[in-house]
């Protein structure tokens, strides 16, 4: 009798942890469509959703050990609510070889760190290579820097990318294909920004929005957190926890408002183009979050329409996936993927369409 009991209480317990769990993951779906002020929490629970899927998939397997058949429906179902979610990270199959030989458009976003800030001028030059390899017809840069070593970096692109178009000084679109007008988008109180580019290829144009948007900066708040507390050491007293917690927390939601505000303002000036657009850049977020749903708008997500594999464009600790190229539906996606070259922080992304 007393082993029936401890397994009816731990049936209990593992039950309320799933409901738990479903009911976090569900919530973190979308967490997105709401914006992150007044909705801080749900609005992080975005980035957790992974880990809430591994927890589901984890609950699943405990209840088919334990032949509980109808609680293993809750995390099926729940999974099953995922699948969208898992697209925009991972999808089956490979890149389709002849489309990606087919005639069309190669677009690539790439945030280069300022190349490292190295004086040399080969970190660009090896880029640029690269770019030469990959066939690109049009290449978006964030953070950028004109100069390194004794030459401008325009002219040495020049001669593969005839046409450019600057718009802050750390952004630039360039092309082998006339620019006709470009556009610097400001944000407010932030050094991040935003540029437009109209583009004629061989009569059909479009614009083609270069974007970098607010910093999470993880490293200067762990930087801050770890200030706190060498101050606290200094001073002979154990900082609470809950004030680096609260530091952490509080740059993250800055980070989240500042990116919610600015993403709002590119997809009001990408709804309101008289042209097809192509929206690319250096989000600084993750899928399903409220900037990524917000950019997406009507786009098509091309990772989506024609990727394949793990998608992750970050090298940093945590491979996360913050760079996207989305395209209007009057374009067809051939073929999307990331670089493996490692002159940044970033990976460059490659999108090929047709127009």
Not at 96 to 108: M, R, S, T
Not at 306 to 315: D, K, V
Request: net charge positive; proline share 3%; aromatic share 12%.
């Amino acid at each position: 009798m007393g082993k029936l009991a401890v397994y009816k209480y731990l049936s209990l317990m593992f039950l309320a942890i799933q409901l738990i769990v479903t009911i976090f993951t569900i919530t973190a779906l979308y967490g997105g469509d709401v914006p992150p002020a007044g909705h801080t929490s749900r609005a992080m629970l975005v980035y957790v959703l992974p880990l809430l899927i591994v927890a589901n998939v984890l609950m699943l397997v405990y209840w088919l050990v334990r032949r509980k058949w109808l609680y293993a429906l809750l995390p099926i179902l729940t999974v099953a609510c995922c699948i969208p979610y898992i697209g925009t990270l991972y999808q089956f199959g490979s890149i389709d070889k002849a489309a990606e030989q087919a005639k069309g458009l190669k677009i690539a976003t790439y945030n280069v760190a300022l190349f490292q800030r190295e004086t040399s001028g080969f970190m660009a030059l090896d880029i640029l290579a690269e770019m030469r390899r990959q066939r690109v017809d049009v290449l978006c840069m964030q953070e950028y820097s004109n100069v390194s070593g004794d030459k401008k970096n325009s002219e040495s692109y020049k001669d593969y990318f005839p046409y450019m178009a600057t718009g802050k000084e750390d952004m630039v679109v360039y092309s082998r294909y006339p620019i006709k007008n470009s556009k610097t988008i400001l944000f407010d109180d932030t050094n991040n920004s935003a540029m437009s580019a109209d583009i004629d290829v061989n009569g059909v144009e479009f614009r083609i929005f270069n974007v970098h948007l607010q910093t999470t900066g993880i490293n200067r708040t762990l930087h801050q957190a770890a200030k706190i507390q060498s101050q606290g050491a200094m001073r002979g007293y154990e900082v609470p926890q809950n004030r680096i917690v609260n530091a952490i927390f509080g740059n993250y939601t800055m980070g989240m408002m500042f990116r919610a505000g600015q993403a709002i303002e590119v997809a009001n000036q990408v709804r309101s183009s008289e042209k097809p657009c192509i929206l690319c850049g250096d989000f600084n977020d993750v899928p399903y979050s409220f900037v990524y749903n917000t950019m997406l708008g009507n786009l098509v997500d091309g990772f989506k329409e024609c990727g394949s594999g793990w998608m992750y464009t970050f090298r940093g600790r945590k491979a996360v996936r913050i760079d996207y190229i989305f395209h209007d539906k009057s374009f067809k996606g051939l073929s999307y993927y990331k670089g493996d070259i490692t002159n940044s922080d970033h990976l460059p992304v490659y999108l090929k369409i047709a127009l």
